[in-house]
């Protein structure tokens, strides 16, 4: 081998030790469960495995899983094993997209879901995503008639001032049923730089249906109004970021039916250790009345997500 030679092999060699050098492959143990005052119950588990190839500056991912999906309410059950895939890839230092897929199976009924979006930051102030989703409508009723939605949209948020950023996103849903519902959310949030622990948000969102669907909740207009305060710290010299969400407002159903509507939520994630961490978020969404059971006409809806990651 000549001197030539051996230079192009040592450079292939030290780009070859660089990127295992910034590689981090990782197991995921996930558990989404949620629960609401009409006796639904959604739950998922899966084992999954994600290989980290990029760096906190351009992201860059792929992995792949299984696990099951149940869905269980008044009319029946039913189960799904699923199978997913996951990539991410930066195209520039300002855009990159990402994507999932996933195959759910059973006897009846093996549809494909995931989605689509193509992240643009072009600076530390702007943050916007294109998208493009597909899953299944998620009650007995709807899977029986195999009803599925694509969702297709945009999103934003913008950093005004150093205090306040605004958001908003407007969607478009599209189901097979020939149901279709606009959608859009517009947000302002205020961290308040003398109190780095609490952020304030004003939340509105506005869903428009053609029509009520059949055997899932679809109204011909529906508005939620939130005002929130958000309270944030780190623990163990910062390896956890604990956050807690509370606020209250109102739901407004077909521009007649208002009730009032509480949301709380709390948010864990962090390290145990250099290999062990986890991801933890848990909340409820009421109206009506504050309270984790729902009376007489009021909605609760409770829902959970529990990821413990072991990475190498």
């Known amino acids: 081998m000549n001197k030539k030679h051996k230079i192009v092999l040592a450079a292939l060699l030290q780009i070859l030790l660089v990127g295992a050098s910034i590689a981090t492959e990782r197991l995921t143990l996930e558990t989404v469960v949620a629960r609401d005052s009409d006796n639904a119950k959604h739950d998922g588990y ?24 149940r869905i269980n309410d008044r009319q029946g059950s039913n189960e799904f ?3 997913t895939a996951e990539f991410r890839e930066p195209l520039t230092d300002a855009i990159a997209v990402q994507t999932s897929a996933t195959k759910l199976n059973q006897s009846k009924w093996s549809p494909w879901t995931g989605n689509l979006a193509t992240i643009i930051t072009p600076n530390s102030r702007s943050y916007s995503e294109l998208f493009a989703e597909r899953d299944i409508v998620d009650t007995t009723r709807a899977i029986e008639q195999q009803i599925r939605v694509n969702t297709y949209g945009i999103s934003s948020d913008y950093r005004i001032l150093p205090e306040w950023t605004v958001v908003g996103a407007l969607f478009r849903q599209r189901f097979s049923d020939g149901n279709e519902r606009t959608g859009k959310v517009a947000r302002l949030l205020w961290e308040i730089s003398s109190l780095e622990w609490m952020l304030a948000e004003i939340r509105v969102k506005e869903l428009s249906a053609d029509f009520n669907g059949d055997g899932y909740f679809s109204p011909d207009h529906l508005r939620e109004s939130l005002a929130l305060i958000t309270l944030r710290t780190t623990i163990f010299n910062e390896a956890h970021a604990l956050t807690l969400q509370i606020g209250g407002g109102s739901q407004q159903i077909n521009r007649e039916l208002s009730q009032d509507l509480y949301l709380a939520e709390f948010k864990a994630r962090g390290w145990f250790s250099q290999s062990i961490g986890h991801e933890t978020k848990l909340g409820c969404k009421n109206t009506g009345d504050v309270s984790f059971a729902a009376q007489a006409d009021d909605y609760r809806y409770c829902y959970s997500s529990f990821q413990l990651h072991y990475a190498w």
């Open 46 to 69: 899966y084992l999954k495995y994600r290989n980290d190839i990029g760096n906190r500056q351009r992201p860059d991912y792929w992995g792949f899983g299984g696990g099951v999906r």
């Open 81 to 83: 094993s699923a199978i």
